[in-house]
């Protein structure tokens, strides 16, 4: 296996074990940093699998729009309504609109 391949496996790894952690708190748990730790596993391991597979990638694995053209229906908007979403203060306290 490629020693590369290895570092992504590890680093996916202990971000598994950091979402693990997370989850497993008794006092506090912190749910957001625990599904952050988890899409990042989930990041590294493609990261890894492309590696092995010499598949180039960047720094994301955000697709470029020539590749992956948007598919987008006539009069449907790709972002949530306006009204549903929420407005966020300066002190970061979420305001609902009504």
């Known amino acids: 296996m490629n020693p590369l391949t290895l570092e992504w496996i590890e680093k996916a790894e202990g971000d598994f074990a950091a979402a693990g952690r997370e989850l497993r708190a008794r006092k506090n748990p912190n749910f957001d940093a ?11 391991y493609l990261k890894a699998v492309l590696q092995e597979q010499t598949i180039p990638f960047g ?3 955000v ?12 009069g449907r908007c790709a972002e949530p309504s306006i009204r549903r979403r929420r ?3 300066s002190s970061g306290v979420a305001l609902r609109r009504r």
């Not at 625990?34 to 590294?44: D, I, L, M, N, P």
């Not at 697709?63 to 006539?74: A, C, G, K, N, T």
């Open 59 to 61: 720094r994301t694995l």
């Open 63 to 74: 697709p470029s729009r020539q590749r992956y053209p948007v598919i987008r229906r006539p």
């Open 87 to 89: 407005s966020v203060s």
């Open 34 to 44: 625990a599904c952050f730790h988890a899409q990042q596993c989930a990041e590294k």
